[in-house]
């Protein structure tokens, strides 16, 4: 049993084929749904070969706001152990005009950080959980655990 990545994702887009290209991910994602809400985003539905998502299960557990802006999409997901980056930048292949920005964290692994990924290319920020930055992220996340420490240790 893995423990559950969470990710925090916002897919953009800024040029014509863009818009084309979201509002055709925005269509698979919807037509997704069915009965199950836990599998309205799937790298492997949209497209992603098992081999190259970078993690032995999909995504599940996930929300999507894809109404609100159209050049924008949102989407929160669970991914076993860590982000699919790999996933991710086959997915910015897949779509080259669209912008793919996730935000992680899954404190047992000790992953924390952000990715864009753009036409199959990635920029990987991965943060130290235990330094003042990751500290800093973490409590924005929701991880209270260690702020008292944190507080203390920087003098907030």
């Known amino acids: 049993m893995p423990n559950w990545c969470d990710n925090s994702m916002t897919i953009t887009a800024s040029c014509e084929d863009g818009k084309r290209e979201l509002k055709h991910l925005k269509e698979n994602c ?12 799937s790298l492997i539905k949209l497209g992603v070969k ?21 050049n924008r999409m949102l989407v929160d997901y669970q991914s076993p152990w860590g982000p699919h980056i790999e996933g991710l930048i086959k997915l910015s ?14 404190p047992g692994c000790g992953a924390l950080g952000n990715a864009t990924m753009n036409n199959g290319c990635a920029d990987v920020n991965d943060i130290d959980i235990d330094s003042r930055e990751g500290q800093i992220k973490r409590h924005s996340l929701g991880d209270y655990n260690d702020f008292l420490c944190y507080e203390e240790q920087y003098e907030l």
Do not use: Q, R
């Open 93 to 106: 292949e897949i779509y080259p005009h669209l912008e793919f920005y996730v935000e992680y964290y899954e």
């Open 30 to 41: 919807s037509n997704m749904v069915g009965d199950k809400v836990t599998e309205w985003f």
């Open 50 to 70: 098992e081999d190259e998502m970078g993690a032995k299960w999909d995504a599940c557990e996930s929300w999507i706001d894809n109404n609100s802006d159209p």
